[in-house]
């Protein structure tokens, strides 16, 4: 039930399977209400099936938020017991939901549950941190991103471009290949700049295609972008079930090609190694791609193959300024929920807050005193992230004091722990 859910990129399927027994399944009516702005909190939800629409009630024109399978809401509620920040409501095919009780966290009777709860908090907050990120840094669009999205004058795309570099022409392209092919793959949005995505450190297939032309240019060799037609089950099967169907049966691929030699060489650096499987599992016949390699007349370009076409069967493009126009729908976190068995494939690529590991470290010896650590962790994110909601609705924070003292997150972790000791035994 949990296992293509965001969770499912840090719990394991034993996990997962226990942690659904402390929960319960819900269905929701097409456009049924599942709670409203400012209402008392009990739950923390995971769509299951079908999704929900977070609407806004403070009088602005700003969209509903689309929350798909897989997703996480109600976090704030979960762990601060404050009302709702938006009004649920279910869309148009209704949803499925697997909920969970606040009072699970002060409900803890032996040391399996709490090492259960643990790993469910611990799992939570990369979510948190990604929710928080882009709240606190809203997205803004770059009018001139068209024309300058291949920046391969940046100051770090140059450093790396140096560390390349090979003494031959061939021997470059194929080493920045080898670097940008090794970066996860991931779905995410498209407009960014070359250096935006080395800062990432992943990228889809547009993205990961920009930071390898930008390194080619930068390293002095003719670098140009391709686009193919091809069956969208390349790309559909790295996704969870639930959004395959959200694809039409064809899509179109982005990628680099290098010219050398007098010739344009296709370079696709799109798919790590490790995502490769998800695809293979299904359709076996793309097995004996997984063994090419970019290299001298060794033009790599395995979705075009696999979809019946001629490897030089393409027209090199200046640039991406036609895609980079384009307006992407879904948001960071309905990303997130896409990327989950890419996740699980590859590895996670968000890092877990200072506080998580000493958790972990104390669940094989003292499960209580994890919990503990873990939820005085997660609820100074989940805070900071309910204080730039309420900043950006124009609320009061609650029990915000005229006077303001600042502290340190390891000495409110700290405060927290001594406040939640009631909680289990340590």
Avoid at 78 to 106: D, M, N, P, Q
Avoid at 349 to 378: S, T
Wanted: glycine share 6%; proline share 6%; net charge neutral.
């Amino acid at each position: 039930m949990l296992s293509e859910s965001k969770l499912a990129t840090v719990l394991s399927e034993a996990h997962l399977s226990e942690l659904a027994k402390f929960g319960e399944v819900i269905d929701l009516a097409p456009d049924e209400l599942l709670f409203r702005v400012h209402q008392p909190s009990n739950y923390l939800y995971i769509t299951i099936a079908g999704d929900i629409f977070l609407i806004s009630e403070n009088g602005d024109d700003a969209l509903p938020v689309w929350v798909g399978p897989g997703d996480i809401l109600g976090e704030i509620g979960f762990f601060l017991g404050a009302g709702r920040t938006k009004t649920a409501r279910a869309g148009t095919s209704g949803c499925v939901l697997w909920r969970i009780s606040r009072s699970r966290l002060y409900e803890i009777s032996d040391e399996k549950t709490a090492a259960l709860l643990t790993h469910l908090l611990i799992a939570l907050a990369p979510y948190v941190k990604v929710r928080r990120r882009k709240l606190a840094t809203p997205k803004t669009v770059d009018s001139e991103l068209g024309h300058n999205h291949c920046d391969h004058t940046h100051p770090a795309i140059i450093q790396l471009a140096r560390s390349l570099r090979r003494g031959e022409a061939w021997a470059t392209a194929v080493a920045i290949w080898e670097f940008v092919r090794s970066m996860p793959y991931r779905f995410g949005f498209w407009d960014l700049k070359a250096s935006a995505t080395l800062q990432l450190g992943y990228g889809m297939c547009t993205t990961k295609a920009n930071l390898q032309v930008a390194l080619l240019r930068a390293c002095g060799l003719a670098g140009a972008f391709t686009e193919l037609k091809i069956d969208s089950q390349c790309v559909s099967l790295c996704m969870p079930k639930a959004y395959r169907a959200t694809i039409g049966r064809q899509i179109k691929h982005y990628f680099a090609v290098v010219k050398l030699d007098g010739r344009w060489f296709p370079c696709d650096a799109s798919f790590t190694p490790q995502c490769m499987p998800l695809v293979i599992n299904t359709i076996p016949e793309f097995a004996p791609y997984q063994r090419y390699a970019f290299g001298p007349d060794r033009p790599y370009n395995i979705v075009g193959e696999a979809s019946g076409l001629d490897p030089f069967d393409f027209q090199p493009l200046p640039d991406l300024a036609k895609v980079m126009s384009k307006k992407p729908f879904y948001d960071e976190d309905n990303f997130e929920a896409m990327n989950v068995l890419l996740d699980k494939a590859q590895g996670a690529v968000h890092q877990l807050p200072v506080w998580a590991e000493p958790a972990k470290a104390l669940l094989p010896r003292n499960p209580a005193a994890a919990f503990q650590k873990a939820f005085a962790g997660i609820t100074v994110e989940v805070r900071k992230l309910f204080s730039i909601i309420c900043r950006n609705e124009g609320w009061r924070v609650p029990d915000e004091k005229k006077k303001v003292v600042i502290v340190t997150d390891d000495e409110l972790i700290e405060v927290l722990e001594r406040r939640y000791e009631h909680v289990i035994e340590a």
